[in-house]
C-alpha cells in the first residue's frame, strides 16, 4: 500500500509562487514516473507535469509550460511542484500520483489512466 501526502497549498495573488510536495510512504514506488493533476470542482482533472524515474524526462500541459518545474527525490521518496507566476486560472485541488511505469511515454505521463496510486490533494487559490 502506497499513502502520498500533499503539502504546500494555500492562496496566493496571481503572480505569486507556491512549491507542492508529495511524500510517500508505505510501498513508496520510489522510481515509478510520479505524476501532478488538478481538478476544479465541475470540471475533468487534467494533467499538469509529469517526471520519470529519474528526473530527466519531465512533461508539462501547455498551460503551465515556463511557470511551472517538477523535480523528485527518490532518496526521500518526494516528488515537487514549483509553480511560479500563479495565475487565477491556476486555481484547483492539484495531486501527486504514482504511475504505473518508470519511463513512460510522453502519452503515458499525461494519462491520468496510466496512474495506479492517488493522493488526497492540496488546495491552490490564486487570488485577482
Known amino acids: 500500500q502506497v499513502q502520498l501526502v500533499e503539502s504546500g497549498g494555500g492562496l496566493v495573488h496571481a503572480g505569486g509562487s507556491l512549491r507542492l510536495s508529495c511524500a510517500a510512504s508505505?510501498?513508496?514506488?520510489?522510481?515509478?514516473?510520479k505524476g501532478w493533476f488538478r481538478q476544479v470542482p465541475g470540471n475533468e482533472r487534467e494533467f499538469v507535469s509529469a517526471?520519470?524515474?529519474?528526473?530527466?524526462?519531465?512533461y508539462y500541459a501547455d498551460s503551465v509550460k515556463g511557470r511551472f518545474t517538477i523535480s523528485r527525490d527518490n532518496a526521500n521518496n518526494t516528488v515537487y511542484l514549483q509553480m511560479n507566476m500563479l495565475k487565477p486560472e491556476d486555481t484547483a485541488v492539484y495531486y501527486c500520483?504514482?504511475?504505473?511505469?518508470?519511463?513512460?511515454?510522453?502519452?503515458?505521463?499525461?494519462?491520468?489512466?496510466?496512474?495506479?496510486?492517488w493522493g488526497q490533494g492540496t488546495q491552490v487559490t490564486v487570488s485577482s
Open positions: 517526471t520519470n524515474w529519474n528526473g530527466g524526462k519531465t
Open positions: 508505505g510501498r513508496t514506488f520510489s522510481t515509478n514516473a
Open positions: 500520483a504514482v504511475n504505473y511505469l518508470l519511463d513512460p511515454t510522453a502519452a503515458q505521463a499525461k494519462s491520468g489512466h496510466q496512474y495506479m496510486y
